[in-house]
């Protein structure tokens, strides 16, 4: 199974983008779902987080700007980020971790840039 992230760009400050990632195969079931980012010369850190229940993790940082939803049929997760900022520019990477597992696996990335 793969994951394939979609919906990177560039925009303005104050501007939105939608970030998609979706599992190759719907079969799978996954616990945790999620985007992690990675800004150059950075480490990569958490974005946000939801539980196939509906449990949400925001970092601190996008809370109130960005919200994570998912569709469990689907097995896509989704990001919609809104007031975007030149700091939130970063490569987006998608991150899933099925039912008992210990690792998660994660998408290719996606880039999000943001110009002041």
């Known amino acids: 199974v793969q994951l394939q992230a979609s919906g990177g760009g560039l925009v303005q400050a104050g501007g939105s983008l939608r970030l998609s990632c979706a599992a190759s195969?719907?079969?799978?079931?996954?616990?945790?779902m999620g985007w992690y980012r990675q800004a150059p010369g950075k480490q990569r850190e958490l974005v946000a987080t939801i539980s196939e229940g509906g449990n949400i993790n925001y970092a601190g940082s996008v809370k109130g700007r960005f919200t994570i939803s998912r569709d469990n049929a689907k097995n896509t997760v989704y990001l919609q980020m809104n007031s975007l900022r030149p700091e939130d520019t970063a490569v987006y990477h998608c991150?899933?971790?099925?039912?008992?597992?210990?690792?998660?696996?994660w998408g290719q990335g996606t880039q999000v840039t943001v110009s002041s």
């Open positions: 195969r719907t079969s799978d079931r996954f616990n945790v």
């Open positions: 991150y899933a971790l099925r039912w008992g597992r210990s690792n998660g696996m």
